[in-house]
């Protein structure tokens, strides 16, 4: 996995152990979903509601609440399963989130700018990827 420069001031900025979170959200929409269920802890979910929250379509909102639940930071309500409530599996990781909404709040551009700089890589690596097997089917 490759991982974003930070210039001094992010150094200074981040914890290390939110660095390395921060480093692993995919994009902005997982953080933007992640960030409103935590908004609301006890609010149950549906994708229908993310989706007009942070103006996706619906089957985005779908993919990202699952997203979520792969990460353990939200799960399934048991008697509604397309319904979804915040929950991170510990509570080390529910104070991660708490320090990464502060820092989104008063750090936004150095949050994102993280975020992308990481993600940017990923799509150039598959980017990569994807030539070269291009390249290999027709030499």
Do not use: G
């Not at 992010?10 to 660095?19: A, I």
């Not at 149950?44 to 942070?54: E, K, M, P, Y």
């Not at 909102?61 to 979804?84: D, G, I, M, Y």
Request: net charge neutral; glycine share 0%.
């Amino acid at each position: 996995m490759f991982y974003a420069k930070l210039n001094p001031k992010q150094q200074k900025m981040f914890s290390d152990e939110l660095r390395r979170f921060i480093l692993r959200i995919p994009s902005i929409p997982f953080l933007e979903a992640l960030l409103l269920l935590r908004s609301a802890p006890t609010q149950t979910w549906d994708a229908d509601t993310v989706a007009r929250r942070l103006y996706i379509n619906s089957q985005q909102a779908v993919e990202l609440l699952k997203s979520l639940v792969a990460a353990r930071l939200c799960t399934e309500v048991q008697h509604n399963p397309k319904c979804f409530i915040y929950k991170p599996e510990s509570d080390e990781l529910c104070k991660l989130i708490d320090d990464l909404a502060s820092e989104y709040a008063h750090n936004l551009i150095e949050v994102t700018n993280l975020i992308h700089a990481n993600s940017n890589k990923d799509q150039k690596v598959h980017l990569l990827a994807d030539a070269f097997v291009l390249w290999k089917e027709n030499p």
